[in-house]
């Protein structure tokens, strides 16, 4: 079975500062990593995909396989970046339409 | 497009009681799904459904139950409230997964407010 871990409920930086939101997963096949947004009063949306390899917002992630993890990091932080983050993983297979999540990170940047 | 929709956007229930969730999606999505958001507990995946008429058990399904009668709408059903399913519950869609494009992105409705008393 899948497992997605943030090991941080709560992460809090000043505006500027570089931040790093940390994702480990465990799956024995290749899975497909996500990173989801939940900005205040707004809906889940997704903000970037692994296999993309785009910057979304300036957020990178890299998947790391040997470290099985997928963090999300942006050089500079914003205030509108303040949101409870979600790590996703889809696993392979006839599964792959389905996502589990992490428990979620909420961020707070600080003026 | 109104995308993923919900109703009711809030809803306060006494123990024991019963109430049907809506969710309604108009982007001709296959993939439905209900998920329960808990503080510290993330979403956890409660129903799903591929397919018109096919639902099937998330990680959490114990107290629910699900329609999908119309590919448009996936219904969640609370047979016999009680104070544990306070949550709050968010539908998504998403489209078929092809050889092409395996791992589909899943959009998310606005979620409803659920007490139990």
């Known amino acids: 079975a899948q497992r997605v871990t943030q090991p941080e409920k709560l992460l809090s930086v000043f505006k500027g500062a570089p931040v790093e939101l940390k994702c480990n997963y465990s799956y024995s096949g290749s899975p497909e990593l996500f990173w989801y947004v939940q900005y205040s009063r707004q809906r889940l949306q997704l903000l970037l995909r692994?296999?993309s390899r785009e910057s979304i917002k300036g957020f990178t992630a890299d998947l790391n396989k040997g470290e099985t993890s997928f963090h999300l990091k942006k050089p500079f932080a914003q205030e509108e970046d303040s949101a409870m983050y979600y790590c996703?993983?889809?696993?392979?297979?006839?599964?792959?339409?389905?996502?589990?999540f992490g428990k979620g990170t909420l961020l707070t940047v600080n003026p | 497009n109104a995308g993923v929709t919900q109703t009711p956007k809030f809803r306060v229930l006494k123990t024991g009681q019963s109430m049907t969730l809506l969710c309604a999606q108009d982007?001709?999505?296959?993939?439905m799904y209900w998920y329960r958001q808990d503080p510290g507990m993330g979403l956890r995946l409660i129903h799903y459904s591929v397919g018109e008429g096919t639902t099937a058990k998330g990680e959490v399904p114990d107290g629910y139950n699900v329609s999908r009668l119309k590919k448009q709408n996936f219904l969640l059903g609370l047979e016999s409230a009680a104070p544990s399913q306070t949550s709050v519950y968010f539908c998504?869609?998403?489209?078929?997964?092809?050889?092409?494009?395996?791992?589909?992105?899943?959009?998310f409705g606005p979620g409803t407010r659920l007490t139990v008393l």
């Open positions: 982007m001709n999505h296959e993939y």
């Open positions: 996703a993983l889809s696993a392979g297979g006839g599964s792959n339409y389905k996502l589990t």
């Open positions: 998504a869609s998403s489209y078929t997964t092809t050889r092409q494009q395996p791992y589909n992105e899943q959009f």
């Open positions: 692994h296999i």
